[in-house]
């Protein structure tokens, strides 16, 4: 937008620097023609015509009109050297000249105008193209902002999901560890149980043993003695 705004703004300085060139133009060739009547007359001196018209020349230049005054200069040339019996004849035709000067410099200047008046339209279609585009493309901005709240949003609670399942899982595989501790250490020790079961046993056989034995012994020595009473 700023380029072609730019771009616009460059082009009405140059229409307006040659609008007012073509104005001065204009003002300078009615001018030129006053002093024509007036060296005509004697009231106005050649050389002032010359002065003026080289005036005009540069002014022309700036607009790309200059190629207008070559026939104007080689008929002043002339007339700066004629006879008298030529002046009317080189008057006329610097006048007729000069009026079509004016003329001609008239249909470029509304050439141009009508230049200008397209490419002011056309910049007013482009930019209000541009607008509508730039709008367009704005509105859509604004749905995918408001997308990415809404997906930030779903992110912060998907978030928390996996936090509360992350704590969760950690909890339950604490609950696992604690019970497999427990179970080694119910296992640890019912092994250490059945050990000292065992043991326990080993010693009652042994006492019952020796136990068994001891009775024996005695019952042989009560037989013993009554057989020999």
Same mark, same amino acid.
């Given at each position: 937008?700023?380029?072609?705004?730019?771009?616009?703004?460059?082009?009405? =300085?140059? #229409? &307006? +620097?040659?609008?007012?060139?073509?104005?001065?133009?204009? !003002?300078? *060739? /009615? @001018?030129?023609?006053?002093?024509?009547?007036?060296?005509?007359?004697?009231?106005?001196?050649?050389?002032?015509?010359?002065?003026?018209?080289?005036?005009?020349?540069?002014?022309?230049?700036?607009?790309?009109?200059?190629?207008?005054?070559?026939?104007?200069?080689?008929?002043?040339?002339?007339?700066?050297?004629?006879?008298?019996?030529?002046?009317? =004849?080189? #008057? &006329? +035709?610097?006048?007729?000249?000069?009026?079509?000067?004016? !003329?001609? *410099? /008239? @249909?470029?200047?509304?050439?141009?105008?009508?230049?200008?008046?397209?490419?002011?339209?056309?910049?007013?279609?482009?930019?209000?193209?541009?607008?509508?585009?730039?709008?367009?493309?704005?509105?859509?901005?604004?749905?995918?902002?408001?997308?990415?709240?809404?997906?930030?949003?779903?992110?912060?609670?998907?978030?928390?999901?996996?936090?509360?399942?992350?704590?969760?899982?950690?909890?339950?595989?604490?609950?696992?560890?604690?019970?497999?501790?427990?179970?080694?250490?119910?296992?640890?020790?019912?092994?250490?149980?059945?050990?000292?079961?065992?043991?326990?046993?080993?010693?009652?056989?042994?006492?019952?043993?020796?136990?068994?034995?001891?009775?024996?012994?005695?019952?042989?020595?009560?037989?013993?003695?009554?057989?020999?009473?």
């Amino acid at each position: 937008m700023q380029v072609i705004e730019e771009a616009r703004r460059q082009e009405e =300085a140059i #229409f &307006e +620097k040659k609008t007012t060139s073509y104005q001065t133009i204009t !003002e300078a *060739v /009615q @001018e030129a023609l006053q002093i024509l009547d007036g060296v005509m007359s004697g009231e106005a001196a050649f050389p002032q015509l010359v002065k003026h018209t080289n005036g005009l020349l540069k002014t022309a230049i700036k607009v790309g009109a200059s190629h207008h005054f070559s026939p104007i200069l080689n008929a002043m040339a002339q007339l700066a050297t004629a006879t008298e019996d030529d002046d009317t =004849a080189l #008057f &006329e +035709k610097i006048r007729d000249m000069l009026t079509s000067l004016g !003329e001609r *410099v /008239q @249909e470029q200047y509304f050439a141009e105008s009508e230049e200008e008046e397209a490419a002011i339209a056309a910049y007013t279609e482009d930019k209000a193209r541009l607008e509508e585009t730039i709008a367009s493309l704005e509105d859509q901005f604004n749905q995918l902002n408001n997308e990415v709240v809404e997906l930030d949003k779903c992110i912060v609670t998907q978030q928390g999901i996996v936090s509360a399942s992350t704590a969760k899982r950690d909890r339950n595989q604490k609950l696992y560890d604690d019970a497999v501790e427990l179970c080694a250490a119910v296992e640890e020790e019912y092994v250490m149980s059945s050990d000292s079961r065992k043991n326990e046993l080993k010693l009652l056989a042994m006492i019952r043993e020796r136990v068994e034995e001891r009775f024996a012994e005695i019952e042989a020595g009560v037989r013993d003695n009554l057989e020999s009473e």
